[in-house]
């Protein structure tokens, strides 16, 4: 040691070093200053305007520019499926805006049943010829120019239709639901509509499985869009529990060379609200109305 260095202390640098940040210690910094509910707002604001017609959805399929499908089961799903089933079996699953997901036909062959609404038809088709099944087409009677695809077999339908002309007359209530793809798809300014649509598809032992995205909004316009969790508390925590069950890096080199710095995937699973008597919550206020 250096006489003329006291013990306990550091060496003066020779240089001051500059810290640079690296794009995780960002992304840390982002998702703390995010749960600020002013920078929420800001955040939120940023999409709030942004629209996707259906037609622009179809052409997407037209031109195969599908980026979002996934032609393996979604890791997510695998992880998962014991808590969306919950011990039942033969589970009806509601798949919202479905496209060609594999994970329907993984579903159907552990048993369940599935429906799934698709704006675009050429998914539709390519779902059935991609696994080679069978379908029959039929019309939907209060849905005017809608049309369902059924395969008996696997007890799959997927109708073709806009999402929000579809509801609970036309195949009642779902055991389980699975949206990876479609709350984040939908246009900002339609999320309240869309939860109340959601909810009313629920039955009252319902899991609804829900993944979602977060990034900085300044760094892609969208879809898919950003979803924070608070929003997830804000329209559907009135009646329902809300769980974060995963949230995992989803940065990859798509992403990375459309200039993102992180992207965070939120899995979430939603359930009538049970109070401490035992009483449904979510039944009390969908069928009990104050006097």
């Not at 003066?12 to 794009?23: D, I, K």
Request: hydrophobic share 40%.
């Amino acid at each position: 040691m250096n006489s003329t260095q006291k013990r306990g202390c550091s060496k003066p640098r020779a240089a001051l070093e500059v810290f640079t940040p690296s794009r995780y210690q960002q992304s840390v910094v982002f998702l703390c200053l995010f749960a600020s509910p002013s920078l929420h707002a800001v955040m939120l604001a940023v999409q709030a305007d942004r629209v996707v017609s259906l037609a622009e959805w179809e052409e997407r399929w037209q031109q195969n520019r599908i980026g979002f499908h996934r032609p393996h089961v979604n890791k997510l799903l695998e992880r998962n499926i014991k808590q969306v089933v919950n011990g039942r079996t033969g589970v009806r699953f509601f798949f919202p805006l479905c496209g060609k997901a594999v994970d329907m036909k993984w579903l159907a062959d552990m048993g369940h049943s599935v429906v799934g609404v698709e704006i675009a038809e050429k998914a539709i088709l390519q779902f059935y010829e991609d696994n080679n099944m069978s379908y029959a087409v039929e019309p939907v009677p209060s849905i005017p120019g809608a049309k369902v695809y059924k395969n008996v077999e696997k007890s799959i339908s997927i109708y073709h239709c806009d999402l929000y002309k579809f509801n609970s007359c036309v195949e009642g209530q779902f055991g389980a639901i699975w949206d990876r793809g479609s709350l984040v798809a939908i246009n900002p300014e339609d999320r309240e509509k869309y939860a109340s649509l959601l909810l009313s598809l629920m039955a009252e032992d319902c899991r609804y499985l829900l993944s979602t995205l977060l990034y900085n909004p300044e760094q892609h316009k969208g879809p898919p869009f950003l979803v924070p969790n608070e929003q997830i508390l804000a329209l559907f925590g009135s009646s329902c529990d809300v769980q974060l069950l995963d949230s995992v890096d989803a940065l990859d080199q798509r992403w990375r060379e459309a200039g993102l710095d992180f992207m965070t995937e939120n899995t979430h699973l939603i359930a009538p609200k049970i109070d401490k008597k035992g009483f449904n919550v979510f039944f009390i206020e969908r069928y009990i109305s104050p006097s």
